[in-house]
């Protein structure tokens, strides 16, 4: 018995078809599978998304790309962060695309792929605003003959990252300007298969307005999972009762004794805590619906368990679940009264939690 976190593939179908329609026929999705697939389950997201046509994988390091691969997930795989060392011959090995953000990253991949007499493939990182990874427009410049003198290595792809794009037009223009800086340095020496730097963000505000940049795919995160304007959530996390207690008036729930019972209430002992990405800052502060009604989160929230008041539903029993969230449910209130946003919530739900599509 575990908590278990539904995947809804209809509503990962359709947000895939809202993500088409934004982008046109002639440009390609990037879906981004980082942190288990934002917490939605990296082998079941990725399975789904194949299967529905997509053949491009974003990740965040070379170990969960080579799970990708082990899934059997042969199609392409960017890894966004810089690989070194023995992540560079594993990236090559698995025929993984690797992100640069600086020559000396890119001298030691032509020594790595040399070595080993192999290709690398590679798409190179532009920074333009987000002062996180990549080139600059001038080290691009002063690193160009260099660059192309490697043998070993296949300069496939150019992007970069928008930081503003929900929030801030005025700076994103300026940083599509770099970006197109950097590109037309770039675009008569290098065949470029991959340019991208709309985000779900920039998809949402930018993808049909003129940016100036001839872009071949978009790389989709947050948007693909249902929780951006006009797409479907695509996650319900049911939980357990484990046990039901009658609790007797002035008697403590839970550590510390944060909630003093009420006169003959029922208090049921879910099975998740914040050891499986359920916050502290819920305790007493949400709730979760059992048979329709919201009952509340009482007590501090354990690490393996939570309690909630199921006072006023007739025969409650262990069979009953909960659900903290739905198909229905944005997160957005559940987020915020956990101090966290949409991405960080949900990409902290555990591997304890079992992912099932439905």
């Known amino acids: 018995m575990k908590a278990r976190l539904y995947i809804n593939k209809e509503n990962l179908k359709y947000n895939i078809e809202y993500i088409k329609s934004k982008i046109g026929k002639e440009r390609d999705i990037i879906a981004m599978l980082k942190a288990n697939a934002y917490g939605a389950g990296e082998k079941q997201i990725a399975l789904l998304l194949k299967e529905y046509g997509i053949s491009f994988f974003g990740v965040a390091n070379i170990d969960e790309a080579i799970r990708l691969r082990k899934y059997g997930i042969d199609s392409n795989i960017l890894v966004t962060s810089p690989c070194i060392g023995d992540e560079i011959k594993a990236a090559i090995e698995n025929d993984i695309s690797m992100s640069v953000s600086d020559i000396n990253n890119l001298i030691q991949i032509q020594f790595i792929a040399n070595s080993v007499k192999k290709i690398a493939r590679v798409h190179i990182k532009v920074e333009t605003g987000m002062t996180r990874l990549g080139f600059t427009y001038y080290e691009l410049k002063n690193n160009l003959d260099k660059m192309l003198s490697f043998k070993n290595i296949s300069i496939e792809g150019i992007y970069s990252h928008l930081s503003c794009a929900g929030s801030d037009e005025e700076y994103t223009k300026l940083q599509f300007n770099e970006f197109k800086k950097a590109y037309n340095l770039l675009k008569d020496k290098i065949l470029f298969k991959y340019v991208h730097i709309l985000n779900s963000d920039g998809i949402q505000n930018y993808a049909k307005k003129d940016i100036g940049i001839n872009y071949t795919h978009v790389r989709v995160g947050l948007m693909l999972y249902g929780y951006t304007k006009n797409t479907k959530p695509i996650l319900k996390l049911e939980v357990p009762i484990l046990h039901i207690n009658d609790v007797k008036k002035y008697q403590k729930v839970g550590y510390d004794g944060t909630f003093i019972a009420k006169p003959n209430m029922k208090i049921a002992v879910l099975k998740i805590g914040y050891a499986d990405g359920i916050s502290r800052s819920l305790s007493n502060n ?14 501090n929230i354990c690490m393996d368990m939570c309690m909630v008041d199921v006072t006023d539903i007739e025969d409650i029993n262990i069979e009953d679940k909960a659900i903290f ?4 449910n944005d997160l957005k209130e559940l987020a915020k009264k956990s101090n966290k946003i949409v991405y960080e919530f949900i990409s902290n739900l555990s591997g304890r939690i079992e992912r099932i599509i439905e």
């Open 286 to 299: 949400m709730y979760v619906v059992i048979r329709g009604k919201k009952c509340p989160i009482v007590g």
């Open 325 to 328: 969230f739905d198909y229905t």
